[in-house]
């Protein structure tokens, strides 16, 4: 079963725009990470921010947390068409390994 | 460290026949963990060695599978009696416990079941 939700499903903006993905979950979590995933390959990921922190930055990405909402967003600012994927947000709890994914966003970036 | 690999990419079977995939992790990684994805979802998880101990399973893990590690390195899931619904990317991923929580995911297997 799926963790939780990401928002919107779907996002098409223009190259050089910046880019808001949501996600939200149910439990508690040790970690959460997202990935991206381009048409039918495999995930790469892209960041890990810990249950105890609340910002976490990386080139031109930057994610926060928020556990009392148990939520994040992942920012990818000044967008290119290569950032076009889908965007997964993956969570993992105290004493388990298995990572349980949300849905993702599925990002198109027009030149 | 060349990533971790998964063979074969892709694989068409008819209904009724057993496939087996292979995963090969990043060579020091001593968890490998495998997913299951539908179009349009995320990865489902379906289990989990650390080292050659299969320490988790999914309840999507029916008799039909079966996945082993047999010396703490590649891994292999074996799907019997396939059927259509078996159609997914399996995708292998691997960590360690010395670099922390991140999991590094493979290219993944493509099966569709004729």
């Known amino acids: 079963s799926q963790q939780g939700e990401e928002d919107p499903q779907a996002l098409s903006i223009q190259e050089g725009e910046n880019a808001t993905m949501n996600c939200s979950y149910k439990?508690?979590?040790?970690?959460l990470q997202w990935y991206r995933q381009n048409s039918g390959r495999g995930l790469v990921h892209l960041i890990l921010?810990?249950?105890?922190?609340r910002e976490k930055h990386s080139g031109r990405l930057r994610v926060t947390l928020d556990t009392s909402k148990k939520s994040s967003s992942l920012l990818i600012t000044a967008s290119r068409a290569a950032d076009t994927a889908s965007y997964f947000c993956?969570?993992?709890?105290?004493?388990?390994?298995?990572?349980?994914f949300g849905q993702g966003t599925r990002l198109t970036i027009n030149p | 460290d060349t990533g971790v690999s998964q063979d074969p990419r892709h694989k068409i079977t008819k209904r009724g026949q057993n496939v087996t995939f292979r995963c090969d992790p990043i060579?020091?990684?001593?968890?490998l963990y495998w997913y299951r994805q539908t179009l349009g979802q995320g990865p489902e998880f379906l289990t989990y060695?650390?080292?050659?101990?299969?320490?988790?399973k999914s309840r999507l893990l029916s008799d039909r599978f079966s996945a082993e590690r047999p010396k703490g390195s590649f891994s292999t899931l074996e799907i019997q009696r396939t059927e259509q619904g078996d159609s997914a990317m399996y995708l292998c991923?691997?960590?360690?416990?010395?670099?922390?929580?991140?999991?590094?995911f493979g290219p993944g297997t493509r099966l569709t079941v004729l």
């Open positions: 060579s020091e990684h001593n968890r």
């Open positions: 439990t508690s979590i040790n970690n």
């Open positions: 060695f650390q080292n050659e101990a299969q320490l988790e």
């Open positions: 921010i810990r249950s105890n922190e």
């Open positions: 991923a691997s960590s360690s416990e010395r670099g922390g929580d991140t999991q590094y």
């Open positions: 993956a969570t993992d709890g105290w004493g388990a390994q298995k990572l349980v």
